[in-house]
């Protein structure tokens, strides 16, 4: 009778040791979108706005993926649409930061240019944003 008490009892001591030594898994952090921000300091164009045929202007952006959860920027489209034709620049990333500062002029036409600013991350979010520029006569 001793040995099964004995027995029962080193049972569940090694239970109580080993359920109780284990940690709960700490809770995974919810994934957050792509973030852009426009540069809007002055002489940057950041949202909609009228300028002169053939004025140069500057465009700034950053864009940033959610690198505590593992994801990285993974593709960049660009596009300018005027007279519905699109100009497009694609460019494919791997970092999760990213920061452009360019100067452009405006189309020498009177008339609006949609920008279209589109990032994907590694973990299938795409985020897109922009503005709409119209030129004007000088």
Known sequence: MKTKYYLLTVLILTGVIVFSS??????????????ISFVSSQGYIYQNTDLPM????????TANADAENG????????TALYLDKPIIMDSILNTSHFTMDVEKTTLGLVGQQQWTFKFTDSKGQVKETGFTITTTAK
């Open 22 to 35: 284990c940690s709960k898994k700490s809770a995974t952090k919810e994934l957050q979108p792509i973030t």
């Open 54 to 61: 053939n004025s140069a202007f500057r465009l700034g952006l």
């Open 71 to 78: 994801a990285v920027l993974t593709h960049m489209t660009i």
